[in-house]
């Protein structure tokens, strides 16, 4: 099974920085895509960066041009720099890996337990 550890969340002022990162370890596997998502109170989860395993990236309208999410191949981790944090950041922030195992052509997705990030105004 494949495990995903997401970490550095916290309080951080508007205007303010924070940087998250994630892991996936486990058994043999292949990375199609790492990814963030978020889940604010009275929100659905909605996607915030991903990017592929040929370095394509998207981002939420409401992130461009103040997260970027970034990767670290050979250690299978992803980070979401975020910048210009706003009080509308705040949310339970979530690390999605979508793998293929061994040589299998099937995409499954992994979740991590999520990481509060609070942004007080």
């Known amino acids: 099974q494949v495990q995903v550890v997401e970490s550095g969340g916290g309080l951080a002022q508007a205007g303010g920085s924070l940087r998250l990162s994630c892991a996936a370890s486990g058994r043999p596997f292949r990375i199609d895509a790492m990814g963030w998502y978020r889940q604010a109170p009275g929100r659905q989860r909605e996607l915030v960066a991903v990017?592929?395993?040929?370095?394509?990236?998207n981002y939420a309208d409401s992130v461009k041009g103040r997260f970027t999410i970034s990767r670290e191949n050979a250690k299978n981790t992803v980070y979401l720099q975020m910048n210009s944090l706003k009080p509308e950041d705040t949310a339970v922030y979530y690390c999605?890996?979508?793998?293929?195992?061994?040589?299998?052509?099937?995409?499954?997705?992994?979740w991590g337990q999520g990481t509060q990030v609070t942004v007080s105004s």
């Open positions: 990017m592929s395993s040929g370095g394509i990236t």
């Open positions: 999605n890996a979508a793998v293929r195992l061994f040589v299998s052509s099937v995409v499954s997705d992994y």
